[in-house]
């Protein structure tokens, strides 16, 4: 698990570097930005439920096959992702307004990612069983942050859905300066909550393989939110300079 944690870890920040120097995972805004045309392209409702329900499963399995034999932790941690997903495909499925599509290769490196991670997660404090509690218990702390992350990711991801309605008469469903909740301050707003609900799952965990993949996770979205940003300011000559990538006033 040691040597998982640091592979993960590694892999993630590197992706992060790559959306930084402009080489993207094809889905969203860059679904087809220097994509190979012979490329296999999918739906994006398609490709994003593909992205996520792997990763639902394992929860929803582990929780399954060990709810009667582990502990809170295990239990907290196995709930909270396949919570998370779920909620995900619940947003694919009703939420999400697309214009665009995804590649196929893009699809199944983020899909194999989401779910190995969460494996590894669930595998980790399976291991953990019988183990004492760490002297400073913060899993219900983690609770906490975990709710805050999941119900702003879901407002925020609502208020880019309501930008892309369709308007009577006609079809307007490209993209917009989103407005509203924390997007006056940070463009990548979602990308913030999505961070706090791991944040959360690694101090639910407080072991090292969840911690390893939040700090990547949050490389990876690092990366992104820069390359959004960027995007923005070269579609929108109005998009306001003060709004910052991810991190208010900071980043």
């Given amino acids: 698990m040691s040597t998982m944690s640091v592979i993960t870890l590694i892999a993630l920040a590197n992706l992060g570097f790559s959306e930084l120097r ?5 889905y969203s805004k860059f679904w087809n930005v220097g994509s190979d045309s012979k490329a296999v392209k999918l739906s994006s409702r398609t490709g994003m439920l593909i992205l996520y329900t792997p990763a639902f499963v394992a929860g929803a399995v582990s929780l399954w096959l060990c709810f009667d034999t582990h502990d809170l932790r295990f239990l907290l941690v196995s709930s909270a992702l396949a919570f998370h997903f779920f909620k995900r495909d619940i947003e694919v499925l009703f939420v999400h307004k697309y214009s665009g599509g995804m590649v196929l290769d893009s699809t199944i490196l983020i899909s194999l990612t989401y779910f190995f991670c969460s494996v590894n997660m669930i595998y980790n404090q399976h291991l953990l069983q019988g183990v004492p509690d760490p002297e400073i218990d913060l899993k219900f702390i983690g609770v906490a942050l975990f709710l805050v992350g999941i119900v702003g990711s879901f407002y925020h991801h609502c ?12 079809s307007d469903k490209g993209y917009k300066i989103p407005k509203g909740g924390l997007f006056g301050a940070v463009v990548c707003a979602h990308y913030f909550f999505e961070i706090l ?41 109005n998009f306001p300079k003060h709004v910052k990538a991810l991190i208010p006033f900071v980043f």
């Fill in 22 to 26: 402009g080489k993207h995972l094809h």
């Fill in 159 to 170: 208020i880019l859905s309501n930008l892309r309605k369709e308007k009577s008469g006609g």
């Fill in 197 to 237: 609900t791991f944040i959360g799952i690694s101090l639910m965990a407080q072991s090292l393989y969840p911690i390893c993949f939040a700090i990547g996770d949050t490389c990876y979205l690092i990366g992104r939110s820069y390359a959004t940003r960027k995007w923005y300011l070269s579609k929108f000559p």
